[in-house]
């Protein structure tokens, strides 16, 4: 199956600080990218979906202004995470689906910890 | 997207056939039934999906029912490395977004 990577696969920052997380697909295009967030013992909830050239789209209670996504490329998406607190620590997954495929392929995830 | 529900956990011995079920009562005619599994600490891994019809991949059998209500995920032959979170997930298609409900823990016994 199609690839798609996460950059970094853990990173500890400190509170008040910015962090970028980059998801990749490598060997398709994907016109539309997903970005979920886990914490531990639950589920994937999804934080936003992003077509490529277009706004993201938030779900209810994901702050925009926080989590700022950019889909500028098919082959490129970033999740920054502002002004990090503790509270934000979690693992963050992204996903990929193209035009022409049943699948969505996701990524390895990034642990996120705020200290 | 209609809502799916599963046990939480099931166990299976090493070697023997996994099957894991999902009920899926309100799904409509457009949605199709995707199967994912989690492994610990990664990111969920597609397995399987169906709209109507049983399908087998080498990985997976899916075996929906004839309404459409239900459907079973079949591991042939389970290994240690299937030991995982198991979602079944009803949704319209590959971009449409995945809704994952708290899945089944499946552990692969020795």
């Known amino acids: 199956g199609a690839v798609v990577s996460q950059h970094p696969s853990r990173v500890i920052c400190k509170s008040g600080t910015s962090v970028k997380i980059e998801c990749r697909s490598l060997?398709?295009?994907?016109?539309?990218m997903f970005w979920y967030r886990q914490f531990p013992k639950q589920s994937l909830m999804l934080m936003a979906t992003?077509?490529?050239?277009?706004?993201?789209?938030?779900e209810q209670g994901v702050e925009k202004d926080k989590f700022l996504i950019n889909h500028a490329s098919l082959t490129l998406s970033t999740l920054t995470v502002t002004s990090a607190h503790p509270e934000d620590s979690s693992f963050y997954i992204c996903?990929?689906?193209?035009?022409?495929?049943?699948?969505?392929?996701f990524g390895p995830g990034t642990r996120l910890t705020v200290t | 997207d209609a809502k799916t529900t599963q046990p939480p956990s099931m166990d299976c011995a090493e070697g023997r056939a996994a099957n894991l079920p999902c009920n899926h009562s309100?799904?409509?005619?457009?949605?199709?039934v995707y199967w994912y599994r989690q492994i610990h600490s990664q990111g969920p891994q597609y397995i399987i999906h169906?709209?109507?019809n049983n399908e087998t991949n080498e990985m997976a059998s899916l075996i929906i029912t004839e309404d459409r209500k239900s459907s079973t995920l079949i591991l042939p032959h389970a290994t240690l490395r299937d030991t995982a979170v198991y979602y079944c997930?009803?949704?319209?298609?590959?971009?449409?977004?995945?809704?994952f409900g708290s899945g089944t823990q499946l552990t692969v016994l020795p």
């Open positions: 996903s990929a689906a193209g035009t022409d495929s049943y699948e969505q392929y």
């Open positions: 060997d398709f295009q994907a016109t539309t």
């Open positions: 992003s077509n490529e050239g277009s706004k993201a789209t938030y």
């Open positions: 309100t799904i409509s005619g457009n949605e199709y």
């Open positions: 169906g709209l109507k």
């Open positions: 997930i009803v949704s319209r298609g590959s971009a449409r977004q995945l809704t």
